[in-house]
């Protein structure tokens, strides 16, 4: 069955970095494709970042471009998320979400995934 582990949250200042972790498992082969989203309270859900099965092709808020970066480390069915530069505005619950890659898949639309992990607070105050 699919299980997706977050772990690296925590406080940080402005400026500061962290890197959160997805360790995914249950699924076939390399072959699945993985989003992070955040949720601040008073706020909807957005999309942070998101990256094919095929790490070939990825994708990037606006807010985060040039501060987050994804990667995928597939020996170790590992999905990161360095997050550098960090404003209070990037404090929020930070969710990973992953599911088998198929044909026409959003990479980072929410609705498009079925299999997300508990979450793990990002807090960025001086």
């Known amino acids: 069955q699919v299980q997706l582990v977050e772990s690296g949250g925590g406080l940080v200042q402005p400026g500061g970095s962290l890197r959160l972790s997805c360790a995914a498992s249950g699924f076939t082969g390399d072959y699945y494709v993985v989003g992070w989203f955040r949720q601040a309270p008073g706020k909807e859900r957005e999309a942070v970042s998101c990256i094919s099965s095929s790490d070939d092709v990825t994708g990037y808020a606006d807010s985060v471009k040039g501060r987050f970066t994804i990667s995928r480390d597939n020996a170790k069915n590992t999905v990161y998320l360095q997050m550098n530069n960090l404003k209070p505005e990037d404090t929020a619950v930070y969710y990973c979400?992953?599911?088998?890659?198929?044909?026409?898949?959003?990479?980072?639309?929410?609705?498009?995934?079925?299999?997300w992990g508990q979450g793990t607070q990002v807090t960025v105050s001086s």
């Open positions: 979400a992953a599911d088998q890659a198929r044909l026409l898949i959003r990479l980072c639309v929410s609705t498009e995934y079925d299999y």
